[in-house]
Nanobody, 115 residues
């Protein structure tokens, strides 16, 4: 059974930084790409970043490019999202998801950026 536990969210001022973590289990972590999504109140869930199974390739939404960095630790089965220069529009619940399991979601972690 796929399990995803996101952590690291919080309340930060505009311009601040946070590092999100996603602890994954129940599947062969090193064989799946990993993605971070976010959902703001009243908006649809959107893809933020994706990293390949080896960690060698990553893609970012235009809105976070240059500010966010996705990475992974295949030994410990953890995916990270380093978020710098945070803006109020980054406020959302952030979720991680393995790319090979389209319907597996964790509980998410709340990120709130004050203006």
């Amino acid at each position: 059974q796929v399990q995803l536990v996101e952590s690291g969210g919080g309340f930060v001022p505009s311009g601040g930084s946070l590092r999100l973590s996603c602890a994954a289990s129940g599947f062969t972590f090193s064989l799946s790409g990993m993605s971070w999504y976010r959902q703001a109140p009243g908006k649809e869930r959107e893809l933020v970043a994706t990293i390949s199974d080896t960690g060698m390739n990553a893609l970012y939404a235009d809105s976070v490019k240059g500010r966010f960095t996705i990475s992974r630790d295949n030994t410990n089965h953890v995916c990270y999202l380093q978020m710098n220069s945070l803006k109020p529009e980054d406020t959302a619940v952030y979720y991680c998801k393995p790319t090979i399991f389209p319907n597996s979601w964790g509980q998410g972690t709340q990120v709130t950026v004050s203006s």
